[in-house]
């Protein structure tokens, strides 16, 4: 099955600068890559996603690439904000199925 | 409702008890997805519905463990004999169909303490 790797586990960012979190995933029929964020005691919120046939996304100061290649995809979020703070979750589809990262929990320092 | 609804919200209960839990997707969405996350930890399949097909319940931990699915809507997770490893949040989701493109929405889930 398929095998989702999540890196850093926590990233601590002053306010205004960039977090960047790299997922690996183990199975090249994965074809579809979403993320979500996840506050604390919420709903896991899908915040941007990318298909296996797209390079790169991006959606305001939120981008995703996509290495098929190498299998690895990366999010990118951009001037980060204390909202920003979150557990941030990578996951792969294979068919029906996703298969998620350990998640990264991301701290904004004001 | 627009999102995915699940209930209850928190659920106490002693080992050695049986719990369900209910999850309604949203409507007109087929395919449903039970997700256990431990504390601090990803999400983990446990079953997979999609409209009448048999379910895929290959995530699905130990024979304690059943969901069923009626009227291709509503689905309820049964968990039997509860066991402290058991504690978890019980994430629900749905898609439109198993489309290659259709993203996941997820329920609040239902945080279970086993004592």
């Known amino acids: 099955g398929e095998n989702v790797e999540q890196h850093p586990s926590t990233l601590s960012v002053q306010e205004g600068d960039s977090a960047v979190i790299k997922c690996t995933y183990s199975?090249?029929?994965?074809?579809?890559f979403p993320w979500y964020k996840q506050e604390l005691g919420k709903r896991p919120q899908l915040i941007i996603d990318?298909?296996?046939?797209?390079g790169e996304k991006k959606d305001q100061r939120i981008a995703v690439t996509l290495n098929k290649t190498a299998k690895h995809f990366s999010l990118h979020i951009t001037e980060t904000q204390p909202e920003d703070s979150a557990v941030y979750f990578c996951?792969?589809?294979?068919?029906?199925?996703?298969?998620f990262g350990a998640g990264t929990t991301v701290t904004v320092r004001a | 409702g627009a999102g995915v609804s699940q209930s209850p919200s928190n659920k106490v209960t002693e080992k050695g008890k049986d719990v369900e839990l209910r999850c309604d997707p949203i409507?007109?969405?087929?395919?449903l997805y039970w997700y256990r996350q431990s504390l601090g930890q990803g999400l983990e399949f446990l079953i997979y519905?999609?409209?009448?097909?048999?379910?895929?319940k290959s995530g699905l931990p130990s024979d304690r463990f059943s969901a069923e699915r009626t009227g291709g809507s509503v689905s309820t997770l049964t968990i039997q004999r509860t066991q402290q490893e058991d504690s978890a949040v019980y994430l629900c989701?749905?898609?439109?169909?198993?489309?290659?493109?259709?993203?996941?929405?997820f329920g609040d889930g239902t945080r279970l303490s086993i004592l």
């Open positions: 989701a749905s898609s439109m169909d198993r489309g290659l493109w259709q993203p996941q929405h």
């Open positions: 199975d090249s029929a994965s074809n579809y």
């Open positions: 990318i298909r296996s046939n797209v």
């Open positions: 996951a792969a589809r294979n068919d029906y199925k996703l298969s």
């Open positions: 409507s007109g969405h087929t395919a």
């Open positions: 519905f999609q409209g009448n097909s048999a379910p895929d």
